[in-house]
């Protein structure tokens, strides 16, 4: 009365590729993050190189800028929130991996101990069965047997 092995390992396998997943994930938006820090920097010049190409632009130049700075910091923050999310998923994954793994020792704990149960009742039966008994019943005897 065992389970497979493969049921027992498919939600510690759910929980290791979560937590290798979660992994890739915070890599991912890392990278992105420092992408869009190299287009921001590089931004920013390519907005005071475009100022003289464009009158708008030499017109409201401190607006256009202020409005850039303004939308640097949305994405900033939009990737710090990013990168918490991922960190959360992280750290609830290798969370939940623990907690399986608690769960898979507690029941191959569990198993073991009713094999070993099951293993005692059974050499319990064995002696019982070879033991010599002095008081079988044989046969039925009457009251007064002599």
């Known amino acids: 009365m065992t389970i497979p092995t493969d049921q027992l390992e ?3 396998q759910f929980w290791e590729s979560r937590v290798k997943a979660s992994r890739w994930l915070i890599v991912k938006t890392l990278s992105l993050g420092v992408l869009a820090a ?5 931004g920013q010049g390519w907005l005071e190189d475009a100022s003289p190409l ?3 632009i030499s017109q409201n130049y401190g ?7 303004l939308a640097l910091l949305v994405v900033f923050l939009i990737w710090a929130a990013a990168m918490l999310q991922k960190f959360s998923l992280l750290r609830n994954s290798k969370q939940g991996r623990a907690m399986q793994q608690r769960i898979d ?3 191959e704990r569990i198993a073991q101990k009713k094999l070993e149960a099951k293993l ?3 050499q319990e039966q064995k002696e019982r069965e070879t033991a010599p008994s002095f008081f079988k019943n ?8 002599y």
């Open 38 to 42: 190299i287009c921001g920097v590089l």
């Open 105 to 107: 020792e507690h029941n």
């Open 120 to 122: 005692r009742r059974e």
């Open 54 to 56: 464009f009158p708008i």
């Open 138 to 145: 044989s046969a039925r005897s009457g009251k007064f047997d």
């Open 10 to 12: 498919a939600p510690l």
């Open 63 to 69: 607006i256009w800028q202020a409005g850039y700075l």
